[in-house]
């Protein structure tokens, strides 16, 4: 089994071979890897009394693949050039394949994951409120505290612009960066 394969992150599973996703292509957050040879893999639902949205590593005899997936629609971020607050920024579409490209272990048994991601979001920026959609590509920053933690999307670093909306940062000094609201809500389905 993959290492980086870890439970508090989500993930969308298909079987090896197969063109058809688990759990209807819903990203799930993975709960729990059981232990021994067949293990169960089980993932979050909405429905608390009978869970029924896991499987055991040897169901397919091909295995699985686990696609990462921690940006979605609804998570909301504070647009920041340096110390500037320049607006806000949420995320209306997060359908593109999010691909881990750094896992590092934390002091206290913490985990970060650098996902590189696309994203269409709706930006509101200055005192005017001007509303613009614009494709945001950069790296997602992920932290899980503890074993028994899920994980938390903090930010979304050295984000590339559409090239209109660009224009609007340029002359703005420092780095720019999306920093993720506290309470973010997104669409979870079963």
């Known amino acids: 089994m993959d290492q980086s394969v870890i439970p508090g992150f989500h993930y969308i599973v298909r079987p090896t071979l197969s063109k ?3 759990f209807g292509g819903k990203p799930k957050k993975l709960l729990s890897i059981g232990r021994g040879y067949g ?3 089980t993932f979050d639902s909405s429905d608390k009394n009978e869970n029924n949205n896991y499987f055991w590593s040897d169901s397919y005899p091909d295995g699985f693949g686990f696609a990462p997936h921690e940006v979605f629609p609804g998570h909301s971020f504070r647009i920041l050039a340096g110390e500037q607050e320049m607006g806000i920024a949420i ?3 997060a359908n593109k394949p999010q691909r881990e490209i750094e896992m590092s272990l934390l002091p206290g048994g913490g985990v970060l994951k650098r996902f590189r991601v696309e994203v ?3 930006m509101e920026m200055g005192e005017k409120v001007i509303t613009r959609a614009c494709t945001v590509v950069g790296t997602a920053i992920v932290v899980k505290k503890g ?3 899920g994980a938390v999307l903090q930010r979304i670093e050295a984000p590339g612009l559409d090239t209109e909306l660009y224009k609007s940062f340029r002359d703005v000094p420092g780095e720019l960066t999306f ?3 506290s309470h973010q809500k997104y669409l979870k389905e079963d």
């Open 39 to 41: 293990k169960r893999f």
């Open 20 to 22: 058809t996703p688990l």
């Open 147 to 149: 074993p028994k933690d």
């Open 179 to 181: 920093i993720a609201s």
């Open 120 to 122: 269409l979001c709706s």
């Open 91 to 93: 995320v209306k579409k």
